[in-house]
């Protein structure tokens, strides 16, 4: 409806994600969400601080991962043929490529050694692994098991 990156844009997708995690709290969801955080920038910090208040204020639980790749890597799966099939914004490979570029110049994308900001943190390099082994070791990590829950699509892993 609104161009990638404009004003509506960005307000409708903050929208949309509040609404979401207003009802994934009142209905006692797990939910995973992706963010590119700039540790460098308070309001992102604190942005996800926010959230894990929302969460844990309401008796859930917030588990952060904090994913890491090389440079050279996340160039490589940004024009993944999966990834083009699922984020239309990165098509435009030459826009995509130098957005992660000036991005990875301008901000601190990852914690600095030994940074933890959340009671629940897991730091990744996942450079060399594959998502289903990032998978195993969030869900080893935190000892995450299936909610008993009887609606299928409510139930972790499935």
Not at 1 to 6: R, S, V
Not at 55 to 70: D, H, I, K, N, P
Not at 89 to 104: G, Q, Y
């Amino acid at each position: 409806i609104f161009g990638f990156g404009t004003p509506a844009q960005k307000a409708l997708n903050g929208a949309i994600r509040e609404t979401v995690f207003s009802l994934a709290v009142l209905h006692n969801l797990d939910l995973i969400f992706t963010f590119v955080c700039a540790f460098d920038l308070k309001e992102d910090v604190a942005y996800l601080k926010a959230l894990e208040a929302q969460f844990t204020e309401s008796g859930g639980q917030f588990y952060f991962v904090e994913l890491s790749a090389t440079l050279e890597r996340r160039l490589e799966r940004n024009e993944t043929p999966h990834r083009m099939e699922m984020k239309p914004s990165k098509r435009n490979t030459e826009w995509s490529r130098r957005d992660i570029l000036e991005t990875a110049e301008r901000f601190r994308l990852n914690t600095d050694e030994g940074e933890t900001l959340f009671l629940h943190h897991l730091k990744i390099d996942n450079t060399d692994l594959s998502p289903d082994e990032v998978t195993d070791r969030v869900i080893a990590a935190f000892g995450l098991v299936p909610n008993e829950k009887d609606d299928k699509e409510h139930r972790f892993g499935e």
